[in-house]
């Protein structure tokens, strides 16, 4: 008798504590979508937008050039080398090497796996900025002015993000060739005319396109979502940093989702 009235409480304990989870979580999305009315909005001065806009990508795009261009140029170089070492046979072709590393780069690395990275990067930079701006009432003082802080700060980061990833993603592309190159041409794993011919067997440029149309959504989902973390941050700033670290989580769980779903929809 003890021992069910142990198990029955302890069930009832975890059903109660699911579904207080799943209403918290229905709560989140729910401010998620109105914020997001609030955010696409006309704006209320174009020339203040476009110079947000120009801000924006600057920061979030312009300055994340780099890193991106030093971990796709290794990536590359790695998978590279990998490939040789492990798939080496008389049964298959020299060129597999090639061929393989650019389904890797295309079809995964430049699109999901380096916008799981810029989520690190940018999703915290946004997350911690609009919650400084959150605990310091610089948002309050927008709301005051009649300002729809919403659409004036979030929209810009947004949009600039949206529209540079596509740039970033090509560049990750060309430094993971760049990278494979190089280990044939300074580290002599391989001939570069087999590796040349690898990469250009059986293009496919859908592919390609393909790679563009996963950045973009995932653009969109570290953007709002880091957006939606540091707008609603709520005490100081214990709150900001711990704001920053939900944003890259759930970012980077929601671009491992959208990955899984975008690839089924568009293989």
């Not at 409480?9 to 059903?15: D, K």
């Not at 994340?64 to 072709?93: C, D, H, R, Y």
């Not at 389904?103 to 946004?126: H, Q, R, Y």
């Not at 087999?194 to 959504?217: A, T």
Request: charge should be neutral.
């Amino acid at each position: 008798m003890n021992l069910f009235c142990s198990v029955f409480g302890l069930h009832y304990l975890c059903t109660g504590k699911t579904k207080n989870t799943m209403i918290k979580a229905l709560r989140t999305v729910g401010r998620y979508l109105i914020l997001m009315g609030r955010v696409f909005s006309i704006p209320e001065r174009w020339r203040m937008f476009f110079r947000q806009y120009i801000r924006e990508v600057s920061q979030l795009g312009v300055d994340s050039i780099g890193i991106v261009l030093l971990i796709s140029f290794f990536i590359g170089a790695v998978i590279t080398i990998q490939f040789k070492l492990n798939i080496e046979s008389v049964f298959m072709p020299r060129w597999t090497v090639g061929y393989a590393t650019r389904e890797i780069l295309l079809l995964e690395f430049s699109s999901a796996i380096m916008c799981l990275i810029l989520a690190g990067k940018v999703g915290s930079n946004i997350a911690s900025e609009l919650g400084t701006m959150r605990v310091t009432q610089q948002i309050d003082a927008l709301e005051i002015m009649g300002v729809n802080s919403a659409s004036y700060l979030i929209l810009p980061k947004i949009t600039a993000l949206v529209s540079f990833i596509p740039v970033m993603v090509t560049f990750s592309i060309f430094a993971g060739f760049l990278g494979a190159f190089c280990t044939c041409w300074f580290g002599g794993i391989m001939t570069a005319e087999d590796l040349e011919y690898g990469l250009q067997y059986s293009f496919v440029e859908w592919f390609v396109w393909s790679s563009f149309i996963k950045s973009l959504c995932f653009g969109f989902i570290i953007s709002s979502v880091a957006s939606f973390f540091g707008y609603t941050v709520e005490g100081g700033s214990i709150s900001v940093g711990k704001a920053s670290t939900d944003a890259v989580v759930a970012s980077s769980v929601l671009i491992l989702f959208a990955d899984l779903m975008l690839t089924n929809i568009l293989a």
